[in-house]
T-cell receptor, first 116, second 109 residues
């Protein structure tokens, strides 16, 4: 266990549905991240939050909407997704934003999303 | 633009073999290089972190080296076991983590 939990673990949704992914970290970290992992592609950073403020949005389509109500929780709201959005969505946290010599990130188990 | 490449993409070895996984990166301006393990359908677990000023790190049967000037790192696994079967990801740290596509390792009894 890394101290980062994600729910649900699996999600199947139609293109017209609205759903949300939840991430919670119990490590007292200040930064949280959403990544997308598609088959045979490197992990893609989607969003970064530091102290509850969004500090990075990597040209992610607006059908993905993040929310960080406090430093322990991170959500990813989904609506009108496309089949190509099917992937493993990983949440991570780190003590502070920005990588330095000793910083690493702690990952949750991911949510396997299938869009029909 | 920083790019990270991992070779081979997949590897299958018998139990007990020593093996080497390779990682290369295009920009040497990094804070650190990290190796992660990912089991099927699961998140990433950090294995080793090598700071930019360091040459190698060791943890148990794992040894990772870093040659920043040539943009290369290797992960050496000694006496491989079936429990080592997983995907191994290399990532370099700039202002964020840039990942390679991973090496999928299978160790058979």
């Amino acid at each position: 266990e890394t101290g980062v939990t994600q729910t649900p673990r699996h999600l199947v949704m139609g293109m017209t549905n609205k759903k949300s992914l939840k991430c919670e970290q119990h490590l007292g970290h200040n930064a949280m991240y959403w990544y997308k992992q598609s088959a045979k592609k490197p992990l893609e950073l989607m969003f970064v939050y530091s102290l509850e403020e969004r500090v990075e949005n990597n040209s992610v389509p607006s059908r993905f909407s993040p929310e960080c109500p406090n430093s322990s929780h991170l959500f990813l709201h989904l609506h009108t997704l496309q089949p190509e959005d099917s992937a493993l969505y990983l949440c991570a946290s780190s003590p502070k934003m920005g990588q330095r010599e000793t910083d690493t990130q702690y990952f949750g188990p991911g949510t396997r999303l299938t869009v029909l | 633009k920083q790019e990270v490449t991992q070779i081979p993409a997949a590897l299958s070895v018998p139990e007990g073999e020593n093996l080497v996984l390779n990682c290369s990166f295009t920009d040497s301006a990094i804070y650190n290089l990290q190796w992660f393990r990912q089991d099927p359908g699961k998140g990433l677990t950090s294995l080793l972190l090598i700071q930019s000023s360091q040459r190698e790190q060791t943890s148990g049967r794992l040894n990772a080296s870093l040659d920043k000037s040539s943009g290369r790192s290797t992960l050496y696994i000694a006496a491989s076991q079936p429990g080592d079967s997983a995907t191994y990801l290399c990532a370099v740290s700039t202002d964020k983590l840039i990942f390679g596509t991973g090496t999928r390792l299978q160790v058979f009894p």
